[in-house]
């Protein structure tokens, strides 16, 4: 093997595969059975923080950034100048093993531009996850991203080697789709998800009645999307990912802010900054019909078809619905607790769990980890009382000035939430 020109085409394709963003994970539970390489089970991938805090890192890079497509929100498109490469199925393979020995990686995160068509795409794609699996024994973690238009047999051969699948949404509506990728229609998402979610559905009845079934994409599937290439609101993105999770089962969908890189009147302007705080707010609002229990017409509506900025999505709902509160954390139901600013899903746990031992007051509410500085003027307490005079801007001036920190344009990472 030719190491120079490996790397060569290394720089290149985990270059291209940088704009995707849909690579963490967790819920795999694909243990090392089999005395081969490495070991996936509750391990969350990609440069990322698992809900322990541990970071972890998967080889992320393209198959090709070769494409017979011109989307024009794509460095990778056809139309676009850039330098191409493809790696073999045994380059990727021969990388992954090696990074993997070296401990560089835990797990690789594979997705390609479409060279020739989807099948003849498709089918390498699952080749070297294949390969992994069966000659090298490999049990890291394996997220692939399909190719739409693939046929169902590959999608479903891909589930039985890949941790996880995705299919790109791409974009939030249609329209943009129409606009930015007109080559692409919505129902070449909307097939492979639907297969995979099926078999998904199958694999699982399966092997309740024999348990050596072999598992399907035990990790399930996610979906991504752009956000900021087209001028949907949030109402829109909103509406497809409830769609998405509802009708496909899907474990994420991860809200990608558009980069502008490539000049097209169709497309923002270069230089116009990447919509982080947005897609910070979006993750915010998933979470908040995920794990929250809302619906997610509490948070935006043709009302409000816009997140507030400023604020997160919990306390922008709470301050247009001042008359629930305040709330009582010593006799309110877990659902009420669960909406007040500044109390986690943890934390809500906590109270309803340390009220059985007594009264809780502010002072055992800071212990129990609640951010006070929200949750104050939304919790029966001596303070509410002067919250209760103040109208609801002048509240939401109030939280964003005494949390000028938290509140500022500065955001770590999406998941620091409420
Ligand atoms: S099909 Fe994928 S890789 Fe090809 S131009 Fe479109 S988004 Fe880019």
């Known amino acids: ?13 985990a270059d291209a595969a940088k704009y995707d963003v849909s690579c963490s994970s967790s819920g795999s539970n694909r243990e090392n059975t089999n005395k ?11 440069h990322t923080y698992t809900e322990d805090g541990r970071c972890v890192s998967l080889l992320k890079i393209l198959l090709t950034n070769h494409c017979i497509y011109d989307c024009l929100y794509c460095v990778s498109r056809k139309s676009n100048d850039i330098k191409r490469a493809a790696f073999t199925v045994d380059e990727v393979v021969e990388l ?26 498709m089918e390498r ?9 069966t000659e090298h024994k490999f049990n890291g973690y394996i997220h692939l991203k399909t190719i739409p238009g693939a046929s169902d047999e590959l999608m479903q051969e891909a589930g039985l ?25 919505h129902e070449d998402f909307i097939k492979p998800m639907k297969t995979i979610s099926n078999a998904i559905i199958e694999n699982k009845s399966e092997k309740k009645i024999i348990k050596s079934t072999p598992q399907f994409t035990p990790a399930g599937q996610s979906s991504q999307m752009i956000i ?45 900054p990447v919509p982080m705080v947005r897609e910070n707010r979006l993750y915010q609002t998933d979470w908040l019909f995920r794990f929250y229990q809302f619906d997610p017409s509490e948070i935006v509506n043709e009302t409000y078809p816009h997140l507030d900025l400023e604020i997160d ?40 769990s340390a009220r059985r031992f007594g009264k809780l007051g502010q002072e055992q509410l800071k212990k129990l980890g609640i951010a006070m500085n929200r949750a104050q003027y939304f919790i029966t307490s001596k303070n509410y009382f002067n919250a209760n005079d103040w109208d609801s801007l002048t509240l939401r001036n109030l939280i964003i000035q005494s949390g000028k920190s938290k509140y500022s344009n500065k955001f770590s990472t999406q998941l620091s939430l409420f």
């Open 36 to 46: 081969g390489l490495g070991d996936s089970s509750g391990m969350g991938i990609c």
């Open 96 to 121: 992954t093993i090696n990074f993997y020995r070296r401990n560089y990686i835990e797990g690789l995160f594979l997705s390609s531009g479409i060279f020739k068509n989807s099948d003849f795409t």
């Open 161 to 185: 080697w890949a941790d996880r699948l995705s299919v790109n949404i791409e974009l939030p509506t249609k329209s943009g789709l129409a606009l930015l990728a007109p080559d692409k229609k």
């Open 313 to 352: 999505p919990k306390l922008s709902w709470a301050l247009r619905n001042r008359h629930l509160f305040p709330i009582d954390v010593n006799t309110a139901d877990y659902h009420m607790i669960l909406r007040i600013p500044g109390i986690g899903v943890k934390s809500a746990k906590k109270i309803v």
């Open 228 to 272: 900021g290439a087209t001028n949907e609101t949030d109402l829109d993105i909103v509406k497809t990912s409830t769609f998405l999770y509802k009708n496909f089962n899907l474990k994420r969908v991860y809200y990608s802010g558009y980069v502008p890189v490539l000049k097209d009147n169709k497309l923002p302007d270069l230089g116009t």
């Open 1 to 13: 093997m030719n190491w120079e020109r490996l790397q060569e085409k290394l720089g290149i394709l």
């Open 125 to 133: 794609l699952v080749r070297v996850a294949k390969k992994l699996r």
